[in-house]
T-cell receptor, first 113, second 112 residues
C-alpha cells in the first residue's frame, strides 16, 4: 500500500531564505508526482508535476526533484516571500490503480516579513 | 483556461435534507474527481469518473451519490448526511498526457 509522508509538518522561516520541503513515498512504482499549494479554506493550486521518467521540473522560484529509487521528492523554494505562506502538499499517482491519487499530510509554511 | 468551478461555495444542510454539489470544467478533461477534506488533513479521494464512467469508488457511504451527466459536469448528490460529513468538498479534473490535476475552490459543507 502506497504511503506518502511529508517532513517537516510545519516550517517558519524569515523572508529571503531558500528552503526545501520533503516528500517520501513507500512504493517507487509511480506514474507521476504533483506538488500543490493550498491557502486556508481554499482549493489546491498545482505548482509542479514530475512524470515518472523525469528527474526535475522548474517554474520560476520553484524547483521539484524526483528520485524514484529512494522514494523521495523535494520542493525547493528560492528567495522565500511572505506570499509563499501556505500549506504545501505532494501527491503521488501510483502506476497501477487508474486515477487513484494519494496525498501527503502537507507542510505548513510561514514566511516572516 | 485552467479553471474548475464549484457551486455552491457554502452549504448548510440538515440530516434529512437532499442537496447537490456541482462542478464544471471546460478544459476538455475526461477524468473528474471528488475529494473530501477535513480541517488540517489532506484531501481524501472519494470518486473518479473517466470518460463519464465511474472508475473509482473509495468505499464511500451510499449517502453520497456521484453523477457525471456529460464530459464537463460532475455532481455529488447528498442525502441523509451525518454531522461528521461536514468538510470541504473539492472537485478536480485532469486530462492529456501530463495528467496534471486542476482543483476547484471547493464547497464548504456543514451538516447540522
Amino acid at each position: 500500500k502506497q504511503e506518502v509522508t511529508q517532513i517537516p509538518a510545519a516550517l517558519s522561516v524569515p523572508e529571503g531564505e531558500n528552503l526545501v520541503l520533503n516528500c517520501s513515498f513507500t512504493d517507487s512504482a509511480i506514474y507521476n508526482l504533483q506538488w500543490f499549494r493550498q491557502d486556508p479554506g481554499k482549493g489546491l493550486t498545482s505548482l509542479l508535476l514530475i512524470q515518472s521518467s523525469q528527474r526535475e521540473q522548474t517554474s520560476g522560484r520553484l524547483n521539484a526533484s524526483l528520485d524514484k529509487s529512494s522514494g523521495r521528492s523535494t520542493l525547493y523554494i528560492a528567495a522565500s516571500q511572505p506570499g509563499d505562506s501556505a500549506t504545501y502538499l505532494c501527491a503521488v499517482r501510483p502506476w497501477t490503480g487508474g486515477f487513484k491519487t494519494i496525498f501527503g499530510a502537507g507542510t505548513r509554511l510561514f514566511v516572516k516579513a | 483556461d485552467t479553471e474548475v468551478t464549484q457551486t455552491p461555495k457554502h452549504l448548510v444542510m440538515g440530516m434529512t435534507n437532499k442537496k447537490s454539489l456541482k462542478c464544471e470544467q471546460h478544459m476538455g478533461h475526461r477524468a473528474m474527481y471528488w475529494y473530501k477534506q477535513k480541517a488540517k488533513k489532506p484531501p481524501e479521494l472519494m470518486f473518479v469518473y473517466s470518460y463519464e464512467k465511474l472508475s473509482i469508488n473509495e468505499s464511500v457511504p451510499s449517502r453520497f451519490s456521484p453523477e457525471c451527466p456529460n464530459s464537463s459536469l460532475l455532481n455529488l448528490h447528498l442525502h441523509a448526511l451525518q454531522p461528521e460529513d461536514s468538510a470541504l468538498y473539492l472537485c478536480a479534473s485532469s486530462g492529456g498526457t501530463s495528467g496534471i490535476q486542476y482543483f476547484g475552490p471547493g464547497t464548504r459543507l456543514t451538516v447540522t
